[in-house]
């Protein structure tokens, strides 16, 4: 018998890409991708405008707002939110695409060696790795 939470991010999702996929329908949407092949080349037809609200989709998509239980689907419907966000509310020259991305999963062993990653103690802070090698006899 499946699992109750899959069915129910399954449903989910089936929802948001059905969203996202009658927006990557829409005219405006090829337009837009000829106009950034457009802008690759030498004769641009103008300036692309793209929107990036980096440290800010936090505020627009708090991930508290997820309702998906399953980490892999809920980084899905985190990309989906965010497609109809920026078609909502950012009017900017970034098409909508009808594809999901999966990430591919890498396990680096590091040759025996376990990294070691310090976080931020500020929310949405930056990391950074604690040296390995310190000392030459290391």
Same mark, same amino acid.
């Given at each position: 018998?499946?699992?109750?939470?899959?069915?129910? !991010?399954?449903s989910i999702l089936r929802?948001?890409?059905?969203?996202?996929?009658?927006?990557?329908?829409?005219?405006?949407?090829?337009?837009?991708?000829?106009?950034?092949?457009?802008?690759?080349?030498?004769?641009?037809?103008?300036?692309?405008?793209?929107?990036?609200? !980096?440290?800010?989709?936090?505020?627009?998509?708090?991930?508290?707002?997820?309702?998906?239980?399953?980490?892999?689907?809920?980084?899905?419907?985190?990309?989906?939110?965010?497609?109809?966000?920026?078609?909502?509310?950012?009017?900017? !020259?970034?098409?909508?695409?009808?594809?999901?991305?999966?990430?591919?999963?890498?396990?680096?062993?590091?040759?025996?060696?376990?990294?070691?990653?310090?976080?931020?103690?500020?929310?949405?802070?930056?990391?950074?790795?604690?040296?390995?090698i310190n000392e030459p006899?290391?």
């Amino acid at each position: 018998m499946p699992d109750k939470n899959l069915i129910h !991010d399954k449903s989910i999702l089936r929802e948001l890409a059905k969203q996202v996929a009658e927006i990557a329908a829409l005219p405006e949407q090829e337009e837009r991708k000829k106009l950034w092949t457009s802008h690759n080349t030498p004769r641009a037809e103008r300036p692309v405008v793209f929107v990036h609200p !980096d440290g800010a989709w936090n505020e627009l998509l708090p991930y508290e707002s997820l309702v998906c239980e399953t980490p892999l689907l809920r980084e899905i419907e985190y990309d989906l939110k965010q497609r109809l966000i920026r078609h909502k509310y950012i009017p900017d !020259d970034v098409p909508c695409h009808d594809d999901i991305n999966v990430q591919k999963v890498i396990h680096n062993s590091m040759w025996g060696v376990e990294p070691k990653r310090i976080n931020s103690k500020q929310a949405g802070g930056t990391w950074h790795h604690e040296p390995i090698i310190n000392e030459p006899s290391d």
